[in-house]
């Protein structure tokens, strides 16, 4: 068997794995930053993350976080730092509007997805339903589902953050308030996400799990947590569905 050989087989292999998943889907459940758009792509999240932290200095606060936590990327990590020595605090609501905020400045700069427009239309013009179970604000969401005018294919079916951040993935919390609204068996749903997180979350609610990863680091870390169907791309799913109509 020749390299191109090889190569091809193993193509047709994973496409086939990817159809065997995503055929019986009824309703399916995007994450957000990641699968349908990279919500930092022009305002920075480690300049998020800054503000944050210089927020809490401001307030005498700095001593709440560790060095490496101060100098975090992730204004998520700021957060749940924050949360896990005050949880469910005043302190931990104010820093989650703080982050909303910022959330809702970078919607209008987040950079689409390659091919998730057409697929998420694509697959709402099929018949499935379709919901976000989202880490970031709701509001966040539903401002570029609005600037994307896709709107109507999630809405009302939009979860994310409140102030209980022990709700978050991988609690399946936001999954299944997904699931329960929309009259939706596990079974026959499919959540899309790029982290482990996202994975734990499908796992714990018995949704089937498709993994999006952009880059080799978000594949091994996809990989590493059991996740065994990966796309690059959107393109290959959409592709699939297409052959439907």
């Avoid at 060095?67 to 992730?74: N, P, V």
């Amino acid at each position: 068997m020749t390299p191109d050989t090889k190569q091809t087989e193993l193509a047709a292999e994973e496409t086939e794995k990817l159809r065997e998943l995503i055929s019986p889907v009824r309703h399916v459940l995007f994450d957000f930053d990641g699968p349908i758009c990279r919500l930092f792509a022009g305002h920075k999240a480690e300049r998020v993350a800054r503000d944050l932290v210089d927020w809490l200095e401001r307030q005498g606060l700095s001593g709440l976080l560790t060095e490496q936590e101060r100098l975090q990327a992730d204004p998520m990590v700021v957060l749940y730092a924050v949360n896990r020595r005050h949880p469910r605090s005043d302190l931990v609501a104010e820093l989650e509007q703080r982050l909303t905020q910022q959330e809702l400045k970078a919607a209008s700069s987040a950079m689409p997805t390659a091919f998730a427009d057409p697929l998420v239309r694509t697959w709402c013009a099929l018949g499935a339903r379709l919901a976000v179970a989202s880490n970031n604000a709701p509001t966040t969401v539903t401002r570029y589902l609005a600037s994307r005018g896709l709107t109507e294919c999630f809405a009302p079916h939009v979860y994310g953050r409140s102030t209980d951040l022990d709700l978050l993935k991988p609690n399946p919390y936001c999954l299944n308030r997904a699931l329960n609204a929309m009259g939706a068996a596990a079974r026959d749903a499919l959540m899309i996400g790029d982290a482990p997180s996202d994975y734990a979350a499908a796992v714990s609610a018995g949704v089937p799990f498709l993994g999006f990863a952009r880059n080799e680091r978000k594949e091994k870390l996809l990989r590493d947590a059991g996740v065994r169907v990966t796309v690059a791309s959107m393109e290959p799913v959409l592709r699939l569905l297409r052959q439907r109509v």
